[in-house]
């Protein structure tokens, strides 16, 4: 699976950005689907996960009630909005494929990954 991310960019404190993730390959429908994020000079963290199904999401409550997640199989695409928007949310966005079908924040079980877009918000 490739994994390509888009829709990044600067924001202003309290706008909204919908991120997309492209997905190639016939089974995409079958992984469990991540966002997770990177602020500079800080580690990797979860930002929300989604089932093969579309059905059971998470959320980290660093954005609950502000990010949701969903994904459109037919279209092989995953999407995170994100509303409210903070300067801490500045980071490089990455969308990820989890092959073991666990709605997991943890990434080690996430096995493809995208390139990344970057989010700004502006203070």
């Known amino acids: 699976v490739q994994l390509q991310a888009s829709g990044g960019g600067l924001v202003q404190t309290g706008g909204s950005l919908r991120l997309s993730c492209a997905a190639s390959?016939?089974?995409?429908?079958?992984?469990?689907m991540g966002w997770f994020r990177q602020a500079p000079g800080k580690e990797r963290e979860f930002v929300a996960a989604?089932?093969?199904?579309?059905?059971?999401?998470s959320c980290a409550d660093s954005v609950k009630g502000r990010g949701t997640i969903s994904r459109d199989n037919a279209k092989n695409m995953v999407y995170l909005q994100m509303n409210s928007l903070k300067p801490e949310d500045t980071a490089v966005y990455y969308c990820?494929?989890?092959?073991?079908?666990?709605?997991?924040?943890?990434?080690?079980?996430?096995?493809?990954w995208g390139q990344g877009t970057l989010v700004t918000v502006s203070s």
């Open positions: 990820a494929a989890n092959a073991a079908k666990v709605v997991t924040s943890t990434s080690g079980w996430y096995v493809y």
């Open positions: 390959g016939r089974t995409f429908s079958t992984y469990v």
């Open positions: 989604i089932s093969a199904n579309g059905i059971i999401t």
